[in-house]
């Protein structure tokens, strides 16, 4: 207590008086107590002049401060407009009777004003000793501690006896990068798509100290926000470089900051209204130039489906690249530049000098037309923009696979694009490409035959674009089972023996491994009798090719075995629901619809998996593929509707099973795990681990027929994007958006690789949904990843260690 402030006693009128409340005050201003004299000991009590803080604690804050706290409080610390002066008369008698454990509360609550609570509690702490520093208050010799609870014993007390005014230094502008440890050039990491990182500074002993420390939004990159945020940005020589909004735009972001360095938005005019996905898409391809080490290159396909070359160090176009930096992929198809629906939601990928472009289209449901563009693959000088070939996906006359296209369907049938990311092998000079059905998804009548290359995988040079081989994971596609993600290259060793593999994840939950330079299969692969189509028109293939290893990772079978089963009631109420739908294998053919008897077929996995367009990750270092899967079943059926389409038939959900309806008192008609984990050996082909992803939703929790109820850890049902580095697995909860109705969750985790381990978990402000990276600058490794919600506009995070 201020005994001078509390009687107001003057030296002039009461000398007296005055020297006896120094006598009194001096003992307790001047001694400096020791920690075992504090409140514990009952005797003198901790306060700000106590030597509480060491110089070394308050130095480590004051780039910290510098960064987060003085575009508010000031540079010099003595307040602005945005904040209050953090030394002082003001800030003084706002806490003298107050503790320490109260200003280190209030520091880590409001600070950064952006980003409250982004620090761990040691920096907070060093920030409270900055802050005692500046207002004179003396440092001793053990640092302030982080703990709240040892805070509060520690009064701030009387103010320090020299006002010395914080001497103003010049503003840091910017972290200088002294080294940069690890980069993520490519979409997936590497060519091979393995998404796999070396960086070990995140391991597990540090990973539960992960925290936000900057967000980067895309509220306003279109005309409204968008939610269902996928990009993935590359990092090169300390620049992150991503997509954004439904007009696509590119941006150059600061790696250590999230500063927004430069942005480019193409209007595409009249295009637009024709481009199949209006969104984000996945990201961009970087490309090193090699002739003007100044001028490196960031090329993404548009909405409507141009390629556009911009320079990395202004966002640019390359004017020397096609046509102002632009090139119309839809001419070069020979298309109608405006009105054809094709475009690509993927990055290109950039293979020696040619560029390579897949293809995307609207969903192939109900298609208006048994007509439609074919999904050719390009390819172009990165240099000039001239084309260098094409890839015809259905085979024209004459060329390879030609013949299995019945009816001279290959005039007139389409799709067959390569919609998701691709995978290279530079040093064989090859690209591997996961193409996708042809038209339509679910009916096949008006393309009879096994439907070359649909549904292959396809390796190409990718010089010239010619064919080396190919592999049809499914012959005469009718389930919309697209390979939906970009194969992963892999050098493993089965009994003895070294091969360079290739890994394709499916939908229905196989893993194919095949030699990526012959495409034989690894293991295996049997070609078994599947059902036959009972639908007029419709010829199905008598048999389907069924991996001997590994195992599936997903269910393949719907029966009443895998009917929930929480309750007795639940499960009568599962088996009445599905007596209604045909049931059976993976490759049952769809139904007519014909209610009430007949309401279509249920399907497991789903159209949307099983796996999907996240795919899987791989350990180079123990060959271990990590793959996210869905177990969803949805109902499909089929229906003559000539005023929808000139097919014979098209395809509606008939009922969403999966998440949230459909399913007995609204849940899903499936047992759980719902969303999982799976871990493989390549070198063996066998299952290492297996976990559910994630808790029970709360709207599972939380649903009356489960009162009473203890639910397992269920996994939530979503497309998950997996990172892989030297010590670490993470994994999110997937953005519960479109892929799943009632999935996704805001749950980050670090996972052990050899067991699925959780290590620990990160909350983020709002659910994953883009696949993350991880890059290293000045020695400290980020994890950046896009994260939405149907609440939540699309933005970009970054986790690090403080």
């Known amino acids: 207590m201020n005994l001078f402030n509390r009687k107001r006693i003057n030296f002039r009128r009461d000398p007296i008086r005055f020297f006896a409340a120094l006598l009194l005050?001096?003992?307790?201003?001047?001694?400096?107590?020791?920690?075992?004299?504090?409140?514990?000991?009952?005797?003198?009590?901790?306060?700000?002049?106590?030597?509480?803080?060491?110089?070394?604690?308050?130095?480590?804050?004051?780039?910290?401060y510098t960064s987060a706290c003085a575009s508010c409080h000031g540079q010099d610390a003595r307040g602005s407009e945005g904040g209050s002066p953090l030394l002082g008369s003001v800030f003084q008698s706002r806490w003298q009777d107050k503790s320490i454990g109260a200003l280190f509360d209030v520091t880590k609550n409001t600070m950064p004003k952006n980003n409250p609570a982004s620090l761990d509690d040691k920096a907070y702490a060093s920030l409270v000793a900055f802050m005692l520093r500046i207002n004179n208050y003396p440092s001793g010799d053990k640092p302030l501690a982080s703990d709240k609870k040892d805070l509060e014993e520690i009064l701030f007390g009387p103010p320090a006896p020299k006002r010395v005014p914080y001497k103003f230094t010049p503003r840091n502008t910017g972290e200088a990068i002294t080294s940069i440890e690890g980069e993520w050039t490519q979409h997936r990491g590497d060519y091979a798509s393995t998404n796999y990182s070396p960086l070990d500074q995140i391991n597990r002993d540090n990973a539960k100290q992960l925290k936000i420390v900057w967000r980067w939004k895309t509220d306003n990159f279109g005309p409204t926000a968008e939610f269902n945020y996928e990009a993935t940005p590359l990092m090169v020589k300390g620049i992150l470089y991503t997509t954004a909004g439904s007009r696509r735009a590119v941006a150059a972001i600061n790696a250590i900051t999230g500063e927004t360095l430069w942005t480019y938005r193409l209007d595409e005019g009249e295009r637009t209204a024709y481009a199949p996905r209006q969104n984000a898409g996945r990201g961009v391809a970087y490309w090193r130039n090699d002739k003007d080490k100044d001028h490196d290159r960031i090329l993404y396909v548009t909405p409507a489906y141009q390629l556009v070359a911009l320079d990395a160090a202004n966002g640019r176009p390359v004017t020397g690249f096609g046509v102002d930096g632009i090139v119309d992929l839809r001419r070069g198809l020979n298309l109608d530049p405006v009105k054809s629906v094709i475009g690509s939601t993927s990055p290109p990928i950039i293979v020696g000098d040619v560029v390579i472009i897949g293809s995307c289209f609207p969903p192939g449901?109900?298609?208006?037309?048994?007509?439609?563009?074919?999904?050719?693959?390009?390819?172009?000088?990165?240099?000039?923009?001239?084309?260098?070939?094409?890839?015809?996906?259905?085979?024209?006359?004459?060329?390879?696979?030609?013949?299995?296209?019945?009816?001279?369907?290959?005039?007139?049938?389409?799709?067959?694009?390569?919609?998701?990311?691709?995978?290279?092998?530079?040093?064989?000079?090859?690209?591997?490409?996961?193409?996708?059905?042809?038209?339509?998804?679910?009916?096949?009548?008006?393309?009879?035959?096994?439907?070359?290359?649909?549904?292959?995988?396809?390796?190409?040079?990718?010089?010239?674009?010619?064919?080396?081989?190919?592999?049809?994971?499914?012959?005469?596609?009718?389930?919309?089972?697209?390979?939906?993600?970009?194969?992963?290259?892999?050098?493993?060793?089965?009994?003895?023996?070294?091969?360079?593999?290739?890994?394709?994840?499916?939908?229905?939950?196989?893993?194919?491994?095949?030699?990526?330079?012959?495409?034989?299969?690894?293991?295996?692969?049997?070609?078994?009798?599947?059902?036959?189509?009972?639908?007029?028109?419709?010829?199905?293939?008598?048999?389907?090719?069924?991996?001997?290893?590994?195992?599936?990772?997903?269910?393949?079978?719907?029966?009443?075995?895998?009917?929930?089963?929480?309750?007795?009631?639940?499960?009568?109420?599962?088996?009445?629901?599905?007596?209604?739908?045909?049931?059976?294998?993976?490759?049952?053919?769809?139904?007519?619809?014909?209610?009430?008897?007949?309401?279509?077929?249920?399907?497991?996995?789903?159209?949307?998996?099983?796996?999907?367009?996240?795919?899987?990750?791989?350990?180079?270092?123990?060959?271990?593929?990590?793959?996210?899967s869905t177990t969803m079943i949805e109902a499909m059926a089929?229906?003559?509707?000539?005023?929808?389409?000139?097919?014979?038939?098209?395809?509606?959900?008939?009922?969403?099973?999966?998440?949230?309806?459909?399913?007995?008192?609204?849940?899903?008609?499936?047992?759980?795990?719902?969303?999982?984990?799976?871990?493989?050996?390549?070198?063996?082909?066998?299952?290492?681990?297996?976990?559910?992803?994630?808790?029970?939703?709360?709207?599972?929790?939380?649903?009356?027929?489960?009162?009473?109820?203890?639910l397992p850890r269920t996994g939530r049902p979503d497309r998950v994007g997996l990172l892989i580095t030297k010590t670490l697995l993470f994994a999110g909860e997937g953005a519960g958006l479109y892929g799943a109705v009632g999935g996704g969750g805001n749950m980050f985790r670090a996972h052990d690789k050899s067991t699925g381990e959780i290590l620990a978990e990160i909350q983020l402000p709002a659910n994953q949904s883009g696949v993350p990276m991880t890059y290293s600058i000045n020695g400290k490794q980020y994890i950046v990843l896009a994260i939405g919600a149907m609440d939540h506009p699309g933005e970009l995070v970054a986790l690090a260690v403080n």
Request: aromatic content about 10%; overall charge negative.
């Open 25 to 64: 005050v001096i003992p307790v201003a001047c001694k400096k107590p020791t920690r075992e004299e504090g409140a514990s000991s009952g005797s003198v009590r901790l306060n700000a002049l106590s030597g509480i803080y060491t110089t070394q604690q308050a130095d480590e804050a004051e780039g910290v």
């Open 365 to 628: 449901l109900a298609p208006p037309s048994r007509k439609e563009v074919r999904g050719d693959v390009s390819g172009y000088d990165v240099y000039t923009g001239k084309k260098r070939w094409i890839f015809h996906s259905i085979p024209q006359e004459g060329e390879y696979g030609n013949e299995t296209w019945g009816k001279e369907s290959w005039k007139y049938s389409g799709n067959v694009g390569s919609w998701p990311p691709l995978s290279a092998d530079p040093e064989l000079g090859y690209v591997y490409l996961p193409m996708e059905a042809a038209t339509g998804d679910f009916y096949g009548g008006h393309r009879p035959g096994d439907n070359l290359f649909s549904q292959s995988l396809v390796c190409l040079e990718a010089k010239t674009g010619k064919r080396v081989w190919h592999y049809q994971i499914i012959h005469h596609d009718i389930w919309d089972y697209d390979l939906p993600a970009p194969p992963v290259l892999a050098n493993i060793v089965v009994e003895g023996k070294a091969i360079r593999a290739v890994a394709q994840v499916t939908k229905q939950g196989f893993v194919f491994v095949l030699d990526r330079i012959t495409g034989k299969p690894v293991w295996p692969v049997e070609e078994r009798p599947v059902p036959a189509s009972d639908v007029p028109g419709e010829k199905t293939s008598p048999t389907q090719p069924f991996p001997t290893k590994p195992a599936p990772f997903e269910r393949q079978v719907i029966n009443e075995e895998v009917l929930i089963d929480f309750t007795p009631e639940l499960k009568q109420e599962a088996i009445k629901i599905a007596s209604k739908f045909k049931m059976g294998s993976v490759y049952t053919p769809i139904a007519v619809y014909n209610p009430p008897q007949m309401l279509g077929t249920l399907m497991l996995p789903c159209p949307t998996g099983g796996a999907n367009w996240q795919g899987a990750v791989l350990d180079p270092g123990t060959n271990f593929l990590y793959v996210s």
């Open 638 to 710: 089929l229906f003559a509707e000539p005023d929808v389409s000139d097919m014979d038939y098209v395809a509606w959900w008939t009922g969403g099973f999966g998440t949230g309806q459909g399913g007995p008192s609204g849940l899903p008609l499936a047992k759980p795990p719902w969303g999982r984990i799976t871990a493989i050996n390549l070198n063996t082909g066998e299952h290492v681990w297996m976990m559910p992803n994630g808790d029970a939703p709360d709207w599972v929790k939380n649903n009356p027929a489960l009162k009473g109820i203890k």
